[in-house]
């Protein structure tokens, strides 16, 4: 049974930086390309961030590009999130996610690409 388990939000101010981690467990990490997604109240659920099974390869929503990073330890079975330059709009449960298939494409952020879903992280940035 595959969990994601994410940590690291919190409560920061405009400007600053957070680190969000996504621990895995349940099968093999470094076999399935990562995603990372995020929710605000109102809002549908939108992608921030990919990151392949190797880590060779990231893509970014336009919205976080040049301030988010992501990464993954595959010794470690997690992902990270990166978050600088933080601005109030960013707000959101943030969710990481794992593809249902290992060496997957990536596939432009759709959230039906990602079978495995954490329970989020709440991350809100004060202006």
């Known amino acids: 049974q595959v969990q994601l388990v994410e940590s690291g939000g919190g409560l920061v101010q405009a400007g600053g930086s957070l680190r969000l981690s996504c621990a895995a467990s349940?099968?093999?990490?470094?076999?399935?390309?990562m995603g990372w997604f995020r929710q605000a109240p109102g809002k549908e659920r939108e992608f921030v961030a990919h990151?392949?099974?190797?880590?060779?390869?990231?893509y970014y929503a336009d919205s976080v590009k040049g301030r988010f990073t992501i990464s993954r330890d595959n010794a470690k079975n997690t992902v990270y999130l990166q978050m600088s330059s933080l601005k109030p709009e960013d707000t959101a449960v943030y969710y990481c996610?794992?593809?249902?298939?290992?060496?997957?494409?990536?596939?432009?952020?759709?959230?039906?690409?990602?079978?495995?879903w954490g329970q989020g992280t709440q991350v809100t940035v004060s202006s």
């Open positions: 996610a794992q593809q249902e298939n290992p060496y997957s494409s990536f596939l432009n952020g759709e959230p039906r690409g990602y079978r495995y």
């Open positions: 349940g099968r093999t990490f470094s076999s399935y390309a």
């Open positions: 990151i392949n099974w190797s880590g060779a390869r990231t």
